[in-house]
């Protein structure tokens, strides 16, 4: 069972930029792809973006419109998503996840979540 802490949540405002960090423990992170979700008040939990283990290759959900970045250092156990032009739509609770196996595209290729970490942003 792998263990997943999001972190870099909080307030922001239209239109500004935070980096949110997932520090992976519990199984040999760089042999799986990782991912990020978000989840808001009443709506599904929806996929964001994916990474392979190497971090040679992404996958973006086409909502994103370029505006968010996933990343990885396997040398830290940690993966990372850079978001950017924020707007008040995007306001939900983050999750990291880690995927099944090397498949990162779909929300059923990943099995573990974090507890979240909120992003706000206010206009």
């Known amino acids: 069972q792998v263990q997943l802490v999001e972190s870099g949540g909080g307030l922001v405002q239209a239109g500004g930029s935070l980096r949110l960090s997932c520090a992976a423990s519990g199984r040999t992170f760089s042999n799986y792809a990782m991912g990020w979700f978000r989840q808001a008040p009443g709506k599904e939990r929806e996929l964001l973006a994916g990474?392979?283990?190497?971090?040679?290759?992404?996958y973006y959900a086409d909502s994103l419109k370029g505006r968010f970045t996933i990343s990885r250092d396997n040398a830290k156990n940690t993966v990372y998503l850079q978001m950017s032009s924020l707007r008040p739509e995007d306001t939900a609770v983050y999750y990291c996840a880690g995927a099944k196996g090397r498949d990162y595209r779909r929300p059923s290729d990943f099995g573990s979540w974090g507890q979240g970490t909120q992003v706000t942003v206010s206009s």
């Open positions: 990474i392979s283990w190497s971090g040679g290759s992404t």
